[in-house]
């Protein structure tokens, strides 16, 4: 009878969480969804198309962390930049550097701009006073970790995925390791996409005014 009571309190446990995991999963989408439908300041529907599948693919990022994130924002800025330019400059040798040195210097201050604006946002405050280093230190733990002979035989033989259950599952009851995972690590992942999706829509609006000769000054 205690067994039955026992694991039936860890499934009602386990129930719980997953409805609060599913639901704070929900509300993220939706947030991050509201950000990828404006794209503001560009007329041209072919531009905002551009935009927009850029942008599309932060949600369909399999990967989950910081590093994932941020290699996906340098792929897609280039890429946004380079199809923008392709647009207004077809018959250009290159079509990338269809600028006077103004023109790209001022791209570089309004994007910058743009995105100090958007940091403002409560919900990307952490990154405000997030040094570069932090990053960096952290990608290299990541490699050191992943090249180490003993974690490729792990992955290969597929512990690694049968070890985060198992922790998940040690601390099926322990409300702190839950409230960090929804909370933070939600948080900090749902943060780090939206700011990509803001700096790819920085970019591609400010690259659309200056490859367009729309640039007048002020953003």
């Not at 446990?13 to 639901?23: A, E, P, T």
């Not at 006077?100 to 946002?121: G, M, Y």
């Not at 050191?144 to 040690?170: H, I």
Request: proline content about 2%.
């Amino acid at each position: 009878m205690f067994l039955i009571g026992f694991l039936s309190g860890i499934a009602f446990v386990g129930l719980c969480m997953s409805i609060i995991l599913i639901y704070t999963a929900h509300r993220q989408n939706k947030e991050l969804l509201q950000h990828m439908e404006v794209v503001e300041g560009v007329k041209e529907e072919d531009v905002k198309n551009i935009i927009r599948e850029k942008r599309r693919e932060f949600t369909k990022l399999e990967n989950f962390g910081m590093g994932a994130n941020l290699k996906l924002i340098k792929k897609n800025s280039i890429e946004v930049i380079r199809e923008i330019s392709q647009r207004y400059s077809p018959d250009a040798r290159y079509p990338l550097y269809e600028l006077t040195l103004e023109e790209a210097l001022l791209l570089n201050i309004h994007i910058s701009e743009r995105i100090l604006k958007s940091l403002e946002d409560k919900k990307l405050e952490i990154f405000k006073k997030l040094k570069l280093s932090k990053v960096l230190e952290l990608n290299d733990f990541k490699k050191r970790v992943q090249s180490n002979p003993l974690y490729s035989k792990m992955e290969r033989y597929r512990l690694l995925n049968l070890l985060s259950r198992g922790w998940m599952l040690a601390n099926l009851a322990n409300p702190k390791y839950w409230l960090k995972k929804i909370f933070f690590d939600g948080t900090l992942e749902i943060a780090s996409r939206t700011l990509g999706i803001i700096i790819i829509n920085s970019i591609g609006t400010e690259s659309y005014r200056v490859y367009s000769r729309k640039f007048k000054g002020q953003p």
